[in-house]
């Protein structure tokens, strides 16, 4: 019942900026949570980012001080600024949407989008 665009990847050099967009659609009670996790070839998704109703943030070791993460509660919408771009950082970038469809603990679900892919070169 929810759909999420991921856009803004591209190609850049390292030591460049980037931001990510992810807007929402459809239909929840309440977002609870919004975050961004890559998925580099070969390796298993990982969390890069969230960000909680409080607009508390997580972040990876990896990415500590470089990306921050944001959003836009009346767009629906995530955001994900990445600076100082680092090779290791390639891999396709998935937004992700935790929220309930109820007013209950337990009526919980993920959305994901399609992915954007991110290339740094060096």
């Known amino acids: 019942q929810v759909q999420l665009v991921e856009s803004g990847g591209g190609l850049v050099q390292a030591g460049e900026s980037l931001r990510l967009s992810c807007a929402a659609s459809?239909?929840?009670?309440?977002?609870?949570?919004m975050g961004w996790y890559r998925q580099a070839p070969g390796k298993q998704r990982d969390m890069v980012a969230t960000?909680?109703?409080?607009?508390?943030?997580n972040y990876a070791d990896s990415v500590k001080g470089r990306f921050t993460i944001s959003r836009d509660n009346a767009k629906n919408t995530a955001y994900l600024q990445m600076d100082s771009l680092k090779s290791e950082d390639t891999a396709v970038y998935y937004c992700?949407?935790?929220?309930?469809?109820?007013?209950?603990?337990?009526?919980?679900?993920?959305?994901w989008g399609q992915g954007t892919q991110v290339t740094v070169s060096s």
């Open positions: 992700n949407l935790n929220y309930n469809t109820r007013p209950y603990q337990s009526a919980r679900a993920d959305a």
């Open positions: 960000i909680s109703s409080g607009d508390s943030t």
């Open positions: 459809g239909r929840f009670y309440r977002v609870n949570a």
